[in-house]
Nanobody, 124 residues
Framework: VQLQASGGGLAQPGGSLTLSCATS????????IGWYRQAPGKEREGVSC????????WYTNSVKGRFTISRDNAKNTVFLQMNNLKPEDTAVYYC??????????????????WGQGTLVTVSS
């Protein structure tokens, strides 16, 4: 199983970035998948989740209305479109899923597997 995040970089406040998560070895039709982030010196924070099993989705309050999670079924890739970026969005972003229990819903989303992250820096 691999989850490879990419697309990070430097953006100005108010700018946009799109993160991609290329997946292999898992069936996205059978589990929830999402993004979390970790800023320097801060605890890990869930950002967004989506599930095609029950149609659920979830966003942490600070990104609602600015971030959108989606997927390309043909490419087994999950995206995180980030608009109106703020300095507080600066963090390493990881895509993650649950390999142990196969969590299928974003309600009480649980994850225990993630790949290499991608750094997002928002600064003027």
């Amino acid at each position: 199983v691999q989850l490879q995040a990419s697309g990070g970089g430097l953006a100005q406040p108010g700018g946009s970035l799109t993160l991609s998560c290329a997946t292999s070895g898992i069936n996205l039709d059978r589990r929830a998948i999402g993004w979390y982030r970790q800023a320097p010196g801060k605890e890990r924070e869930g950002v967004s989740c989506m599930s095609t099993v029950d149609g659920s989705s979830w966003y942490t309050n600070s990104v609602k209305g600015r971030f959108t999670i989606s997927r390309d079924n043909a490419k087994n890739t999950v995206f995180l479109q980030m608009n109106n970026l703020k300095p507080e969005d600066t963090a390493v972003y990881y895509c993650a899923t649950d390999l142990t229990y196969g969590t299928k819903s974003c309600v009480d989303w649980y994850y225990d597997f993630w790949g290499q992250g991608t750094l997002v820096t928002v600064s003027s």
